[in-house]
C-alpha cells in the first residue's frame, strides 16, 4: 500500500507539472499571437501566416522523410530477403544437378536386355587350323554398329594424316628455331658491342661508368616544373579571390545588420510619430470646438456675417491641419525637423 501511494502522488505530481507546461505553452501561445507595440496589424497577419505556411511546409517535409525513410527499411529488407532467396535458389539448383548426376550415374549401373538375332552379328575368330568361326562365348564381347567400325577406320586414316601435317609443321617450327636463335646471337653480340663502346665513352668523358636509367630518373622535368608553377600561381590567385569574396561576404553582413537596425530604428520612431500625430488631432479637434463655442457663445449663428467668418475660421484650421500632417508624413518618410506651427490671428 505505501508503494502504491508513492506512484500516485508520482502521478498527480507529473500531471500537475504537465499542466503547468500546457498552461505556460497556452500563455506563450496567446502572448505570440498578440500584436506588438507600435507594429502594423497587416505586417504582423502576414508574418504569422508565413509562420503557420512555414510550419505546414516543415510537417509535410517530415512526412515526406518518414516516408522515405520506411521505404528505404523495406528495400532494406526486401534486399536481404532477395539475397537469401536467391542463396537457396543456388543450393537448390545445385542439389537438383547432384541428383541428376546421381540418377544417371545409377541408371548407367542397370543392365539392360537387347535382343539381337543371329544373322545381326557378325563376330568371327581365327581358329587353330586358321578358319574363321564364331565363338561359343559372347559374354566379353561388345555390341558396335558396322557404321561405327567404319567411322573408326575413316579415323585412324584422318588421324594419319594429321600426324603428317603437325610433323611437317614441327620441322619448319625448328628451323624457325634455329633462325631466331642465331639472330638472337648476333643481336646479343651487337649489344655487347655497343655496350663496350658506351663503356670507353663514359670513361673518357666521366672517368667512371654511369648508371643512365638512375640518371634519367634524377633529372628534372622542366614541362612537369613549368606546369606545377603555373598550378601554384593559379591557387594563388583563386585563393587571393576567394578571401576577397569572403571579406565582400562579411562587409555585406556588417551592412545588412546595420540595414536591419536602422529599419528597426524607423519603425520604432513611425509608431512614436503616429502616437504624435493621434495626439495633435486630439488637441487640434478640442480647439476647434472650443473656438466653435467661443464666437457662437453657445447660440446659433443668426447673421450672415457670422456664418461667414466661422467658413473662413474652419478653412484656416483645416489648412493648418494639412500642414501639421504633411509634417508628420515627412518626418515618419525622412525623419526632417518640425517646423513651428502657423498661429492665425483670426483664432487668437
Known sequence: HGGEGKDGEDSDSDLSDMSDDDDDDDDDEEEADECPPNCDKAVFKRVLELRERRVEQEEIVSDFQKSIEVLRKENEQLSKKEKTIDTQLKQVEKDL???????????NELEAVVVLKLKQIQCLTSSPDDTLKMPTNLRNL????NHGLSGLHSRILDLGQEKKTLNRYIADLR???????????????????????????????????????SLENVSVDRKTEELKLQL???????????????????????????????????????????????????????????????????????SAQDRRHLKELIILQQQEIDQLRAEITMLSRKGGHVYTPVVNKATE
Open 97 to 107: 544437378q547432384l541428383f541428376q548426376n546421381e540418377k544417371q550415374k545409377r541408371l
Open 142 to 145: 561388345v555390341v558396335f554398329t
Open 175 to 213: 628451323k624457325q628455331q634455329h633462325a631466331l636463335t642465331r639472330s638472337r646471337k648476333e643481336k646479343t653480340q651487337n649489344v655487347q658491342d655497343w655496350e663496350s663502346k658506351v663503356h670507353e665513352i663514359q670513361l673518357l668523358k666521366f672517368g667512371q661508368r654511369i648508371n643512365l636509367e
Open 232 to 302: 601554384r600561381k593559379e591557387e594563388l590567385k583563386w585563393e587571393a579571390e576567394l578571401s576577397k569574396w569572403d571579406q565582400k561576404l562579411v562587409e555585406a553582413r556588417a551592412r545588412q545588420a546595420e540595414i536591419t537596425g536602422g529599419n528597426t530604428l524607423l519603425l520604432r520612431k513611425l509608431g512614436s510619430l503616429r502616437q504624435d500625430q493621434q495626439k495633435l488631432e486630439d488637441v487640434l479637434n478640442q480647439s476647434q470646438g472650443k473656438v466653435l463655442a467661443h464666437m457662437t457663445g453657445g447660440s446659433k449663428v443668426s
